[in-house]
Structure formats: structure tokens, C-alpha cells
């Protein structure tokens, strides 16, 4: 029998809540949700999430869920190594901290110094700040991949309502999931990260397979929903020209691209001192250790290595897509 694992707790077997957050109608229906969790009352999230010389390697394996009350910053302005897709008011919002995912080159393992994941409540807060501003462009699920917890949070469900009464706010959702609801709204963005099956295997533990998210888009797609592929980040490997390359082919082949609005590419970046975490917390880490450049304070791939692989993506897009809907992120 293997044991690995034997000795954990399933996955928020333990639910950490704010005093504050205890009455909220949303902790009431998350922890409806958990029956057999444990709750466990805090002051404040930050005890928890933020303590010092936790063991994150372990963490991932039964993870804590916290459950909180954001009273700080709900809106932020996009960062420059993320894509804007030509918008101006390029925005981001964190309704919830950290992802039920374990991938090598998550730049939330720099971010955060836990595995534990954290959902604020007062989502009717986040509303009205989004709601405040002029024409904007919010993604939604930037610090989480928000469709793959919404099972437990019901979050996605919550922006996909809020884009339906305010056609004048682009919303995006990007994940690595299949979403159990599927909303056609022209201002509602379905994003998938698609990566060849290779990298998903050795890179992107416990997300959905190749195959199971290109169902997901092609169930998108068909459902009338506004589309965008992410091939971002693109992970350096010794025969990534034929993994990419065949990725677009079973693109292509399974779901078509007719019916996308645009694409992403992007190679690996990620800021240099998350990487110094991150490089703390996966030794072995075959994407952490590679000899990056360092510039501007973000560590990338070597110039000539970059150009070439964004160059090579962008040329295999172009025979299946007009090159107005191809987006690289340099």
C-alpha cells in the first residue's frame, strides 16, 4: 500500500474564521459546503496566513481555508508582467488568496509563504469598488484560480452575476478548470491556460489534464461564451518547439479558432525576489533553478531564448488566427 500522504488531513479539514467574517452570510454557506471541517475562531487573517516559518511543502498537502473580512485595498492596478490586451484601465482584484493548485512556477509560491488559501466574504464590498470605476478591465482571479475553488466559495458565480448587471465592466476569469457554470455575456471573459501535456505532467500538479480543459474551452466555446487562450507562461524544456508546436495542432484539431477572441504568449517571469522564495521552497525545482537574466528586477530567460520561443508560438498561432488577436506580452 502507499502511505504517501497517510498522515495528512484531507484538504480544509480545518477552516480558520474571522470573529469579524463569523455572522456573514457567506461564511454560513461556505461552511454549509465543509460539514466535517473543523472552524476555528482567529482576530485576524494575517495570524494565520502570515505566520512566520511555515512549511509549505507540507501545507499543500492538507490545506487550511480562512475564511475572512477584507478591509484593506480591494482593487489594484494591473502589473506591468501582466497582459492588458490593450485596455487602459487594466485592473486586478483579490477576492480570494492562493490557489487549490500546485504548479512549479506559480508566482503565488514568492507571494505568499503558506500553502493555506484565503477567501474574503464581503464580496459586496469588492462590488461596489469595481463598480466605482470608469469603463475598467478587472481580472478577477489573478491571486487564485477562482472557477477551480468555486465549488467551496461560489466566487466565480459571484463575478459572473456582477458582469450580467454591468455591461460596462470587462470581467475575466482565468483558470486551469472546467466551470461547472457557463455565462454568455459579451463583457464576460472565459481565459484557459492551455499547456502540452508534457509540461501539465511534470509542472502543474493537480490541475485538470490537456485534454479535459480543451473540452472545457470547446464547452465554452459552443456555449456562446467569449473566449481567450493563455499559452502563458511557456515553460523553457529541452524539446519545447515540438510540445508547443503539437499543443496548437490539438487546439486546432479539437476545438478550432474560430470562436476565440484572442490569445495570450508569454514565456516564464516572474520578480526576483519571489523567485528567491520560491527557490527556498522547491529545492528540486527544474523551472525555479534555471539561470535566469535578471531586469528591471524581474528574472526572465535569457533575451535570444525569449525572443524565440514568443517568435515560434506567435508563428503557429498565425496560420490558425489573425495576427490582431495574438498578444505577446514583451
Known sequence: MNSSGAYFNKQFSHIYVEKKAMD???TKKILARLPHSEVILIDHYKDIFNRNKQRYNEQKRSRALILAVNGGELVYKGAPVCQSFGNPGFYYTATAMN???DCDYCFLKGMYGTANIVCFVNFEDYAAAVAKLDNPYICASYDTDIIGL???TGQADKWIDFAGSHPDILIELR???SPARLTALPNLIYAFTLSPDEICRRFERGTPPLKARLAAVKNAVESGCVVRLCFDPMIYVSGWEGYYGELVGQVADTVGFEGIRDVSVGTFRISSQYLKTMRKQEPDSEVCWYPFDT???????PEDIDNKM???MCGRLSGYIGSDKIWKWN
Do not use: L, M, R, W
Open 175 to 177: 483558470t486551469k478548470f
Open 99 to 101: 490557489c487549490p493548485f
Open 310 to 312: 514568443q517568435s515560434f
Open 295 to 301: 531586469v528591471n528586477g524581474y528574472a526572465v530567460y
Open 150 to 152: 468555486n465549488s467551496i
Open 24 to 26: 456573514h452570510d457567506e
